[in-house]
């Protein structure tokens, strides 16, 4: 298991955390997350055990992690999860509280869930709790 990369990013006013981490060879993948005061509000993942053989596996993991880290970051500033960050701050404003993950780890379990990606889950319990106003 590699260490983690940890940024903190300032965009349009507010703070975000960039988090990478390393779930090692027992489960071969990586994982980034956008953090805003705790709450995760998009998810990138890769898997690498059809690499767990190749010589100098640490330093591929690494860089894969950088690249992963720094692309997650380059989509923040550009814009890319805007929708995921307005409908976030729209619910947080209306009063609603921010979604915890056990709350969308409840959601998860009555839905088929196999085509969508963690932001997509995310954004339909973010929608949906804007759309009940």
């Known amino acids: 298991m590699i260490l983690g990369l940890n940024n903190n ?21 990586i994982f980034t ?22 010589e100098g596996l640490e330093d591929i993991v690494r860089e894969l ?10 989509e923040l500033q550009s814009g890319v ?3 995921k960050i ?8 209306k009063g609603k509280p921010r979604p915890k993950v056990q709350e969308i780890e409840l959601r998860l379990t009555d839905k088929n869930l196999s085509n969508k990606s963690l932001d997509e889950v995310i ?11």
């Not at 992690?65 to 380059?74: A, D, N, R, T, V």
């Not at 307005?86 to 404003?93: I, L, P, Q």
């Not at 954004?123 to 106003?133: A, N």
Request: charged letters at 30%; aromatic letters at 10%.
């Open 33 to 54: 997350h956008l953090f805003h005061g705790g709450d995760i509000l998009a998810t990138k993942k890769v898997d690498y055990h059809d690499i767990l053989q190749v």
């Open 123 to 133: 954004l339909d319990y973010l929608t949906l709790d804007v759309e009940k106003e």
């Open 9 to 29: 990013i300032p965009y349009k006013g507010k703070v975000f955390h960039v988090q990478t981490e390393d779930s090692g060879k027992q489960s071969p993948h």
């Open 65 to 74: 992690m950088k690249e992963q880290h720094q692309s997650m970051i380059k």
């Open 81 to 83: 999860y805007e929708d």
């Open 86 to 93: 307005a409908a976030f701050f729209t619910a947080e404003e």
